[in-house]
């Protein structure tokens, strides 16, 4: 069963960084999209950053320039580095499987069962 768990998070004052870390357990040769969202009290869940299995990545406007997103397929584990953070990123931060859009990767049907898992969240505030 694929496991996710994120780590990182915690309070730091307006310009600071951050670096998030989702650690993925449970599976073996398959190749997963991962991505990032994060979720303000009282507000929807929004992306935030993807990447894939062949390493592309994709950022939400609001982060571009700011966030950067990374893998260490080996150890199974993406990482979200955050700088010049906003209050306006105050919010629960999730890690996300998601299936490959790379042409060429390591899958099989079973894998198919660790799409779409979520990660319980990290709590990223910052202070104005």
């Known amino acids: 069963q694929v496991r996710l768990v994120e780590s990182g998070g915690g309070s730091v004052q307006a310009g600071g960084s951050l670096r998030l870390a989702c650690t993925a357990s449970?599976?073996?040769?398959?190749?997963?999209?991962m991505y990032w969202y994060r979720q303000a009290p009282g507000k929807e869940r929004e992306f935030v950053s993807s990447?894939?299995?062949?390493?592309?990545?994709t950022y939400a406007d609001s982060v571009k320039g700011r966030f950067t997103v990374s893998q260490d397929s080996a150890k199974k584990m993406v990482y979200l580095q955050m700088h010049s953070l906003k209050p306006e990123d105050t919010a629960k931060y999730f890690c996300?499987?998601?299936?490959?859009?790379?042409?060429?990767?390591?899958?099989?049907?079973?894998?198919?069962?660790?799409?779409?898992?979520w990660g319980q969240g990290t709590q990223v505030t910052v202070s104005s």
């Open positions: 449970g599976y073996t040769h398959c190749d997963y999209d």
């Open positions: 990447i894939s299995s062949d390493d592309k990545t």
């Open positions: 996300k499987t998601a299936k490959p859009s790379a042409l060429v990767v390591t899958w099989s049907p079973n894998c198919l069962r660790g799409v779409d898992v």
